[in-house]
């Protein structure tokens, strides 16, 4: 018997022997990123149970419109889509404007649930961050999997940051709340320029700039995938696809990339958590970090990490996390969806 339909078994013999009411929610949680867009359908109970039932990849660059995406969901043989659920939450990579609106900087069409969708179908849908999500699922079954990278001490009252580089880099918090549970809170974060900080570094930023044409080198471009590409290139002199490198690292190769790619991407760790001060702990997400962990358990990324000449100390006392599934924001969307099914009161 499987999964679901063990899990469906059991809830059964406990809804007629008169144990607990069989209750459920059916959500369509969405990962809008800037390569893929991945959907799944969740089961939730009234306690916030969350059962996984199904995953649908579609190729985000593959169509030309939000619209044109929810019809290949719709043809795709996919048993839900908005119609059909309780509660729809779609996360997507940009900025969210009145929580229905985003233009997302590596995708090439907007989403308007305004627009999009028809008004019974606006009223149980919601658009958010994809980095919200990411910070969401934090607190759901895939954060407490989540490998340990540093050791450290959270508290329970501390803020907890969330990042990952895959397409771009996001970034979110995740801040307790007395009595409530926890907040989300997105971030543009990744947009902002990398702080390159050695002579070395320095001729990299610029040898960047000329072979990309981009004026400001931001933590987007740096750790990356396309970011990966561009540091391969400057230290060894090849031009290798992203997935290439990754391959290198796992032959135990291409050592002053992965050295140098550790150190960036615990730079950037270690400014948001002392940006947000994230006693609470940092988790790490995103397909980088997740195709490729001997960027975290490399040397050079807990030196990085801990090296700040005034906040060394605390530092050291927060702990690092890598969440290793890949389908974490989808976990996310769907816990959010729950709450949001539960505070709307819809039937």
Known sequence: MGIVQDYYFQKFIAAISGETNFTMTTLLAADIGGTNSRFARFLAEEDGTLVLEGIKWLPTTGVTSFSELLEQLHTSGF????????????????????GTYSAPPYIAWDIDLKRDLAGDRRQKTWLINDFVAQAYACRSPVG????????????????????????????????????????????????????FVTPREWTFQEFYRDKSSEDAI??????????????????????LEPRQISALFAEGKAS???????????????????DTLALGGLYIAGGVAAKNPEILLHPSFQAEFHASPTMGHLL????????????????????????????????
């Open 218 to 239: 931001t933590g987007n471009l740096v750790v990356s995938g396309r970011g990966l590409r561009y540091l391969h290139w400057f230290l060894s002199g090849d031009d």
């Open 256 to 274: 002053e990339t992965l050295a140098w790619t550790a150190k960036f991407y615990a730079r950037v760790c270690r400014d948001y958590a002392l």
């Open 316 to 347: 050291k006392n927060i702990p690092v996390f890598l969440i290793e599934n890949e389908d974490s924001g989808l976990w996310g969307a769907a816990f959010y969806g729950w709450q949001r099914h539960r505070q709307e009161g819809i039937a």
């Open 144 to 195: 407490s999997a989540a490998r340990p990278v540093l050791q450290g001490t959270a508290t329970d009252e501390g803020v907890i940051a969330v990042l990952g580089a895959g397409t771009g880099l996001g970034k979110a918090t995740l801040v307790p709340i007395s009595g409530q549970g926890f907040l989300a809170l997105p971030s543009e974060g990744g947009h902002t320029c990398f702080p």
């Open 79 to 98: 048993p839900l889509n908005v119609d059909n659920a309780d509660t729809a939450v779609f996360a997507v990579a940009g900025p969210v404007e009145h």
